[in-house]
């Protein structure tokens, strides 16, 4: 069973560190891969992200929009 998490809003200066870790990530990578993850439970995230991690890898969960303004400023 699925529940859904009320978040606070974000403040201007988290959306900002977001965007600026974003941008650090985007400059630092070889390659970007981009998924839909809303039917992965938390199990297979988690056995995901150890995978990952194993690879040197990483798996990062962010709003579009802030992947839109770090690529827009990466000139991408």
């Known amino acids: 069973m699925r529940y859904a998490i009320k978040h606070m809003p974000k403040s201007k200066k988290?959306?900002?560190?977001?965007?600026?870790?974003i941008k650090d990530k985007i400059s630092r990578s070889k390659s970007i891969v981009f998924t839909n993850f809303d039917k992965l439970e938390v199990k297979e995230s988690e056995e995901l992200r150890s995978k990952l991690k194993e690879e040197n890898s990483e798996y990062y969960v962010a709003k579009k929009t802030l992947f839109e303004k770090a690529f827009e400023?990466?000139?991408i």
Request: glycine share 0%.
């Open 14 to 21: 988290q959306k900002k560190d977001i965007l600026e870790a």
């Open 73 to 75: 400023k990466e000139n």
